[in-house]
């Protein structure tokens, strides 16, 4: 089992900036790769970012790419997610999640992660 703590949302005004953190514990860290979803009211929960096993690769969803930065901390047993440039679109609740499984044709797909934090409330104000 991998138990994974999400912490860091908050409020803050569009133009904004956020780091958001998971801790991860139960398990050797850097045998997992990471990722990042979220989940907006009345939405399903999408992709945002993933980051390889070693920090090697990443990934991204076209609505975050260039504002949204994914790294890891294997040291620290954890995963970053940098936002810049918040837009009240970036609201949601966010999930970090953890996979043994992850190539880039599976990075974006919810089923290709095991375990999951219980996640973060982002809220962008215009």
């Known amino acids: 089992q991998v138990q994974l703590v999400e912490s860091g949302g908050g409020l803050v005004q569009a133009g904004g900036s956020l780091r958001l953190s998971c801790a991860a514990s139960g398990r050797t860290f850097n045998n997992y790769a990471m990722g990042w979803f979220r989940q907006a009211p009345g939405k399903q929960r999408e992709f945002t970012a993933a980051v390889t096993w070693r920090g090697g690769s990443t990934y991204y969803s076209d609505s975050v790419k260039g504002r949204f930065t994914i790294s890891r901390d294997n040291a620290k047993n954890t995963v970053y997610l940098q936002a810049h440039s918040l837009k009240p679109e970036d609201t949601a609740v966010y999930y970090c999640?953890?996979?043994?499984?992850?190539?880039?044709?599976?990075?974006?797909?919810?089923?290709?992660?095991?375990?999951w934090g219980q996640g973060t409330q982002v809220t962008v104000s215009s």
């Open positions: 999640a953890a996979t043994q499984r992850l190539t880039p044709s599976v990075a974006t797909m919810r089923g290709t992660y095991d375990y």
